[in-house]
């Protein structure tokens, strides 16, 4: 296998590169001086535009997504942002060339396959309530949901936008509810475990889950809440001794979860349990974003500060970290505690019959 020497988060305005990368978009347009491909270039750490202008442009016909290229260009800024114009493109077969997929494909850490058995078995653990737990099992065992849900990314671009990433979102968003509810014990957990399970559970379709991963034509047109309830509803039918009201707090949870109608909820949250599944999902959301924006293409922490962040609106920094205690500093016995010095009497304590060196009545 050939692994690639050189990846868009290496890139910098002055460069000139001869790489493979991979076509997430390609568009051919209408300049004054004539036609043009605009094109994205992808790999495992981001993606770059890039363009070809014209006359050169018309040497090449037949660019789409999902193809690799070899390409020859140079890198420059424009509008604060990177691009490559490219002086040679060459279409390449990835098998032919020897090509490490995982180059071009973003993936989770951990093998997707290992993070939806780690949710099977958290649900397991977790729900008491047999229509609950039924319902989870026969979603997450259907052959062809369980197939979308190991390929898919949690987002396009701004977020767990890889292979994998949906699941890694989703178990993050049932440890954060199951962590929550145990805040607050009035509220209803079980459901929120469900609910954060199938909260983006249409996203398994909303987006192809090749290198694009472009919008499906049910992803355009309906949305992944709307995919995610279509999905789900034959499964809620099926499952026995589910009351209906149960089956419609869930509905609302899901169709709730982006909190605000600008965000596209079609409603707002309206049960405690609505509220706790959109903070923790906008959370994991806000949280991956941070990590993947002062994460260094090699995987370890960057220093200092990012890049302008438009998602966001800001520069992020990564500030020092507190230092663990050392093995040798933790077997200190550590200084007995003295004892708190008498103090006058405050009145307004006095009066409020608080003792002023406790805090106690």
Known sequence: MKHKKTYVRDLAEGNSISEVFALSQAQRKEAKNGPYWQLTLTDRTGNIEARIWHPQS????????????????????????????????????????????????????????????????????????????????????????????????????????????????????????????????????????????FHDLGKAFELSHGISREYTNAGRLLGHIQIGLEVLEPFLRKTKDLPEDLAMHLKHLIIAHHGELAFGSPCLPQTVEAFILHYADNLDAKINTVHGALTAPDGE????????????????????????????????????????????????????GICATTGNP
């Open 58 to 197: 018309q040497q090449y016909d037949g660019l789409r997504p999902e193809q690799f290229v070899a390409v020859s260009g140079q890198v420059a800024s424009f509008k604060d942002q990177l691009q490559m114009n490219i002086t040679d493109i060459t279409v390449i077969d990835a098998r032919e060339a020897g090509l490490d997929l995982t180059d071009f494909l973003p993936s989770s850490a951990v093998p997707p396959v290992e993070i939806l058995q780690e949710m099977e078995d958290f649900l397991a653990a977790e729900l008491t309530f047999k229509p609950w737990a039924a319902l989870c099992k026969s979603v997450l065992r259907d052959e062809h949901i369980r197939a979308s849900l190991l390929s898919a990314p949690g987002a396009k671009t701004i977020h767990h936008a890889y292979a994998g990433g949906l699941l890694e979102h989703t178990l993050a968003i049932m440890r954060i509810c199951k962590v929550l509810s145990g805040l607050y014990p009035h509220v209803d957990k079980e459901i929120l475990l469900v609910a954060a399970l």
């Open 301 to 352: 922490e960057a220093q200092g500060w990012s890049d302008y962040h438009r998602t966001l609106g800001r520069y992020l920094y990564q500030p020092m970290r507190t230092p663990a205690l050392t093995k040798a500093a933790e077997s200190q016995p550590r200084p007995a505690k003295k004892a708190a010095p008498k103090s006058e009497e405050s009145p307004l304590l006095k009066a409020m």
